[in-house]
C-alpha cells in the first residue's frame, strides 16, 4: 500500500471538487484543472478532505496508481489555489531574454533568435537585468516541462558555467586544458 496514497488532501476555502463519471474537476480561484481517475481507485470526500482509496490493495499496478492520483490531485488542488513558479536563470555574456505577450524572445548566441510559445495557462517574467526568467501557472507538469525546454536550448556548460540553469542549481564545473 501506498504511504503517499494513504495522505488525506485538504481542501483549501475556495477550492471545489466535482466528480463527473472518471475525470474530477478541481476548481479554484486561479482556474481549474482535470484530473483522470484510473481504474481500481476511488475518490471519497469528507468534510474539507479528499481520500484517494485502492480498492484493489493486492494489485501491483493498482498500488502504483494510488500514489499517483493522490499526488495529482493534490497538485491540482495546490495549483488552483496557489499556482506553481520556477525561476531560470540565465548565465553568459551576451545572453538576453524578452518576454512578449505569446513567449519568450531569446538571444541566445546562435545566429537567429530563438522563440518558444507559451503553452495554455503559463506566463512569465523577468527581472530588470533580463537574465532571471519566473515561469508561472497552475499546472504543475506544463510549468516543469516549459521550464525543461527552455532549458534544453542552452544547458549549462561544464567550462565557463554559462548557459540556463534552475534557481539555485549546482553546477560542477571543470577545468580547462592546461598548458
Do not use: W
Not at 476548481?27 to 482509496?53: D, F, M, T, W, Y
Not at 495549483?79 to 545572453?95: A, D, P, R, W
Not at 546562435?110 to 501557472?137: L, R
Amino acid at each position: 500500500m501506498s504511504r503517499i496514497g494513504k495522505k488525506p488532501i485538504l481542501i483549501p476555502s475556495g477550492v471545489t471538487i466535482n466528480r463527473k463519471g472518471t475525470v474530477v474537476d478541481v476548481a479554484g480561484p486561479r482556474g481549474s484543472l482535470q484530473v483522470e481517475i484510473l481504474e481500481g481507485i476511488e475518490i471519497e470526500e469528507k468534510e474539507n478532505q479528499i481520500l484517494v482509496i485502492n480498492q484493489r490493495p493486492g494489485d501491483k499496478t493498482c498500488n502504483a496508481r494510488h500514489g499517483l492520483i493522490r499526488s495529482l490531485l493534490a497538485n491540482a488542488v495546490s495549483g488552483v489555489s496557489e499556482g506553481f513558479t520556477k525561476v531560470l536563470e540565465l548565465h553568459g555574456i551576451g545572453y538576453r531574454v524578452e518576454v512578449q505577450k505569446t513567449g519568450l524572445n531569446l538571444a541566445l548566441g546562435f545566429s537567429h533568435p530563438v522563440f518558444m510559445e507559451f503553452p495554455d495557462g503559463i506566463t512569465a517574467e523577468t527581472d530588470k537585468s533580463n537574465n532571471v526568467i519566473t515561469v508561472m501557472g497552475i499546472d504543475k507538469q506544463r510549468v516543469g516541462q516549459y521550464c525543461a525546454d527552455v532549458r534544453k536550448l542552452r544547458p549549462p556548460e561544464p567550462y565557463k558555467g554559462k548557459g540556463f540553469r534552475y534557481k539555485g542549481e549546482k553546477v560542477r564545473r571543470k577545468s580547462g586544458k592546461t598548458v
